[in-house]
Every structure is written in structure tokens, then in C-alpha cells.
């Protein structure tokens, strides 16, 4: 298909591992982007993984990349309140040579104490 | 070190008016970006441009003009407001070619709405 596309809405405990799935485009885009969205804000870029890798680990936060099947996978472990928020993951096409990004529609991860 | 910003945060337009929206970035960032979001949507690009003097559509761009006349500024006009372009705007800027990962800086957003 031509759309990125993420589930619209995840609920979990504080302290669970939270798992945001989304499904790309293109399985040659070069660079796929979770940017992460607080309330009333703009976004801001969580985290990216070049299409060369697998899987990317940066503190509580772990990407897993399937080029085969065109899946990006954000995991955050012991999930807080802090992190409800709307989730964004994008990419950027091989083509683009003007750091052109695809968002998908965004999943609002909710946290429950 | 602002980084992007957006004016106005607000405002209500009647159909038909105009209005223009500055986006301004201190990062002396080449690219630059005007995208709207609307509910279950994500982000879709309207235009943007690669440098001082130039601009080029998006996904979405009917209805609204850019000028880059300054690097450091990006305006999208609205000619004609409708209904349809209720939404909230954001403006963002990334460095130029070469530098690979293209990371987006995003203004907060204006939230326009249009009656």
C-alpha cells in the first residue's frame, strides 16, 4: 500500500513494556523515524534506525526493524506516565533527497497508573 | 536558541478571508517544511523548501501558498479560507543534504479553524 499505517490507540499499566507496531511503505527506504507528540506540542524525534540495522537500543527504548515485511516496532520498558503521549513513526523514501518524511496516523499510547 | 517557532498559536477565520502563518528557525537549517494534522491522519506535507528562494509542493498543497524569501522563514498563505482547512499547522526545518539521518525540528503548531 501507499499509506504508513500504525494501530490508533494502546493502553497500558505504568510499569508494562509498551509495543507500537507499524507497517511501512517501502522496503528500500533508507532512514525510519518514532517521533513522539505531548499534548499541545509539536513533535519531537524519539529515535530512528538507519535500514541497514535490525533492531536499536537506546536506554528504555528499542526498535526492532523487518525489512522483510516492512515492519518497525517501537518497545519501551517500564512504560511511566510521563511517556502518554501520541507516537509517530515515518520514513523517508529512497528517492527523497529532501529529507521528505511519510507519518502515519499516530498511536496515543495511555498510561494507567 | 528558540528553535522553530510559530505565529500565531491561534486563530479563528471566516470562510473566504486570508491570513498568513510565519514559521521562523534560528538553526540556519537549508530545509523546511509546513505540514497539517487532523485527527487519525498523522502529518501530511503541504509544501516545502530546500532553500532561500525555492519551494515545491507536498502531498496536500491546494489552497495554500509558501514563500521562503529569507532562510530563516517560511510563510504559508491561505487565500481563500475554507471549512476544510480547519486543522493544526506545523512548520519544521532539518539541515540540509549530506547530513543523512535528516532529523525534523517542529514548531508547537497553530490551530486554525475556519467557520
Known amino acids: 500500500g501507499e499509506d504508513v499505517e500504525q494501530s490508533l490507540f494502546l493502553s497500558v499499566r505504568e510499569g508494562d513494556s509498551s509495543v507500537i507496531n507499524c507497517t511501512y511503505t517501502d522496503s528500500s527506504s533508507t532512514y525510519l523515524y518514532w517521533y513522539k507528540q505531548e499534548p499541545g506540542a509539536g513533535l519531537q524525534l524519539l529515535t530512528y534506525?538507519?535500514?541497514?540495522?535490525d533492531m536499536k537500543q537506546d536506554q528504555r527504548l528499542t526498535v526492532l526493524l523487518n525489512k522483510k515485511d516492512k515492519h518497525l516496532s517501537l518497545r519501551i520498558a517500564d512504560t511511566q506516565t510521563g511517556d502518554s503521549a501520541i507516537y509517530f513513526c515515518a520514513e523517508m523514501r529512497p528517492s527523497s533527497n529532501t529529507g521528505k518524511l511519510i507519518f502515519g496516523q499516530g498511536t496515543t499510547l495511555q498510561v494507567k497508573p | 536558541n528558540a528553535g522553530v517557532t510559530q505565529t500565531p498559536k491561534f486563530r479563528v477565520l471566516k470562510t473566504g478571508q486570508s491570513m498568513t502563518l510565519l514559521c521562523a528557525q534560528d538553526m540556519n537549517h537549508e530545509y523546511m517544511y509546513w505540514y497539517r494534522q487532523d485527527p487519525g491522519m498523522g502529518l501530511r506535507l503541504i509544501h516545502y523548501?530546500?532553500?532561500?528562494?525555492?519551494?515545491a509542493k507536498g502531498e496536500v498543497p491546494d489552497g495554500y501558498n509558501v514563500s521562503r524569501l529569507k532562510k530563516q522563514n517560511f510563510l504559508l498563505g491561505l487565500e481563500s479560507a475554507a471549512p476544510s482547512q480547519t486543522s493544526v499547522y506545523f512548520c519544521a526545518s532539518s539541515q540540509g543534504q549530506g547530513t543523512g539521518v535528516y532529523e525534523q525540528y517542529f514548531g508547537p503548531g497553530t490551530r486554525l479553524t475556519v467557520t
Open positions: 534506525i538507519f535500514s541497514n540495522m
Open positions: 523548501s530546500v532553500g532561500e528562494g525555492t519551494t
